[in-house]
């Protein structure tokens, strides 16, 4: 039986790039290569589309050539550069190992929605949704789920330190992995972490 072309992407342009990296690594090493037959698409911290051997930490050093998930659905696949040419590489599935802004919030998702080509994960709706803790926070205890309390600060808005109850977590609401979060125990310790969690979100 022919094998499944599986299209794995990984890397990406948010500051969770060497956690994918990591992630798709574990997949390398767990993938059953007499079911799949792997393509391994890496996305650079500066957002280029590479095709490449293996996952890697030299990954982008070694030989890779551009290629790009198509969004024409009679592609359902890959476009490589070769040549000057393009070759066309029809993928079964794409597992995308992302995280972060542009991998894990419904931007790739949607990609893959065009290109018709079933994919791993949740998809653009749930992912938008869940990139963001504020949003989410909202869904989660409407339906019931016990929620911690939270406030959002929006850009430029300013929180009265003697309004929280402390201990607080301070964190980006779009980003992950524990980036810019940090564990606040009195009002003095505030405007750092609101510093620290701005470095990634607004
Ligand atoms: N309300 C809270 N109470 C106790 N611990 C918390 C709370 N919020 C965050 N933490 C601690 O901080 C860590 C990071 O927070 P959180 O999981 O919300 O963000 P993240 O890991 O950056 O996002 P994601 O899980 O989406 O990647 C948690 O694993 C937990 O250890
Ligand atoms: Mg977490």
Redesign the pocket.
Known sequence: MDRLKIGIIFGGSSEEHPISVKSAREVARNLDLEKYEPFWIGITRSGAWKLCDDPDAQWENRRCQPAVVSPDRSVHGLLVLEQEHYKMIRLDVVFPVLYGRLGEDGAVQGLLELSGIPYVGCDVQSSALCMDKSLAYIVARTAGIAT?NYWVVAANEKIDPDRLPYPV?V?PAR?????G?SKVSCTEELPGAMETARQYDS
């Open positions: 911690p977590f964190k980003s992950g992995s524990s980036f979060v």
